[in-house]
């Protein structure tokens, strides 16, 4: 199985000031996601999408200034100046997800900081992921997905720091 350097797979979206916002939901406003939706799930702000970078729901979100390494999945929004939206045809959302979950910890130990602890993203960039085919990769996640859907996978597999690699090292699995 290849392992590779996730930089060279990752697409890069960084959130951006909106230009409108409303306290309230209206007509062609999207939630705002911030630190404080990631953290909470509570949305504060709603904003039109003109210069605002709107996530899907099921996006792979991370802060990347703050609360650096803050790993997570979007609601249908527009993403904060503080949150980059991550993707790569090559792996599936949550292969994705569960390898920056399992290495929140070392991102939040990497970051940079002055005044404002930021992700150092040429160490994020030079992470080996492992790549396996997009079937069996769905295969490798599906416990812990459904482990989450019942409430617990996150924070079950969150201090697992080689669960994905184990699941990822073993030998291909065949079609059935």
Known sequence: MKLLEIGTILEIYRGKVPLNFSSEPKAGYF???????????????????????????GDILIVDRGSVGLVGKAIQGVIGSTLVRLSSEHLIRDFLYYFLLDKEHLLKSKGKSAMIPQIDW???????????????????VAPLVLLDAEGGASSVFRNSADFIKRQSSRKPLKAS
């Open 31 to 57: 939630p705002y996601l911030d630190v404080e939706w990631m953290r909470t799930g509570r949305i504060r702000r709603y904003c039109d999408s003109l210069k605002g970078v709107v996530c899907d729901a």
């Open 122 to 140: 040429n160490f994020l960039k030079s992470l080996q992921i492992p790549l396996p085919p997009l079937n069996d990769q769905q295969k490798i």
